[in-house]
Nanobody, 120 residues
Framework: QVQLVESGGGLVQPGGSLRLSCAAS????????MGWYRQGPGKQRELVATIRTGGPTNYADFVKGRFTISRDNAKKTVYLQMSSLQPEDTAVYYCNAEISLYGYDSRGYWGQGTQVTVSL
């Protein structure tokens, strides 16, 4: 069984910072892309940032310059460093990973989500 476990969410004031982590576990052959998505109140889930195995990253326009995605392949972990947080960043943040169990397969997995609330 593959599990993605997020941590690091919480309550932060506007202008503050948080670092999210997502660790993959289970019988994993390899992890290709990893990324973060978010779903705000009454909104659809949207892409925040992704990172490929070799390091190429992709960011949504609304987080460019404020958020940084990184990964530690040895730890099977992806991070999201968030700074200059604003109330509109309030959402449940989900980790996603494209994982191969056998070397010839590939599918996406989701974490359970971690709440980020930006408020005074």
């Amino acid at each position: 069984q593959v599990q993605l476990v997020e941590s690091g969410g919480g309550l932060v004031q506007p202008g503050g910072s948080l670092r999210l982590s997502c660790a993959a576990s289970g019988s994993i052959f390899s992890i290709k892309g990893m990324g973060w998505y978010r779903q705000g109140p009454g909104k659809q889930r949207e892409l925040v940032a992704t990172i490929r195995t070799g390091g190429p990253t992709n960011y949504a326009d609304f987080v460019k310059g404020r958020f940084t995605i990184s990964r530690d392949n040895a730890k099977k972990t992806v991070y999201l460093q968030m700074s200059s947080l604003q109330p509109e960043d309030t959402a449940v943040y989900y980790c996603n990973a494209e994982i191969s169990l056998y070397g010839y397969d590939s599918r996406g997995y989701w974490g359970q989500g971690t709440q980020v609330t930006v408020s005074l």
